[in-house]
């Protein structure tokens, strides 16, 4: 098994930037994507940003591209996610997630995906 821990999130102005961190543990060498995704009040999981084995590649959704960088550092079993340039639409709870399966391409964006999650951290973009 997989246990995560997201911290980093909290409330920021419009155009301001936050660092969000997923801290893994358990069976983390098993570990082959790494989601990161986030829930508006009323509104579906969407997939944000994610990371796979597979050339190491990442991928993000298209309303972050070019804001949201996710990075991991596999010495502290920790997968970032760097949010820039902030949006109120960005407001949510964000989540990581990670599973041990196989998946090829964007298919690392979609929640069903996914068997670990994290317990969550608020993100609030207003002024």
């Known amino acids: 098994q997989v246990q995560l821990a997201e911290s980093g999130g909290g409330l920021v102005q419009p155009g301001g930037s936050l660092r969000l961190s997923c801290a893994a543990s358990?069976?983390?060498?098993?570990?082959?994507?790494i989601g990161w995704f986030r829930q508006a009040p009323g509104k579906e999981r969407e997939g944000v940003s994610c990371?796979?084995?597979?050339?190491?590649?990442?991928y993000y959704t298209d309303v972050v591209k070019g804001r949201f960088t996710i990075t991991r550092d596999n010495a502290k079993n920790t997968v970032y996610l760097q949010m820039n340039n902030l949006e109120p639409d960005d407001t949510g709870v964000y989540y990581c997630?990670?599973?041990?399966?196989?998946?090829?391409?964007?298919?690392?964006?979609?929640?069903?995906?996914?068997?670990?999650w994290g317990q969550g951290t608020q993100v609030i973009v207003s002024s």
């Open positions: 358990g069976r983390t060498s098993d570990i082959y994507a």
């Open positions: 997630a990670a599973d041990f399966a196989v998946v090829h391409g964007t298919g690392c964006l979609y929640p069903l995906h996914y068997v670990y």
């Open positions: 990371t796979s084995r597979h050339r190491d590649m990442t």
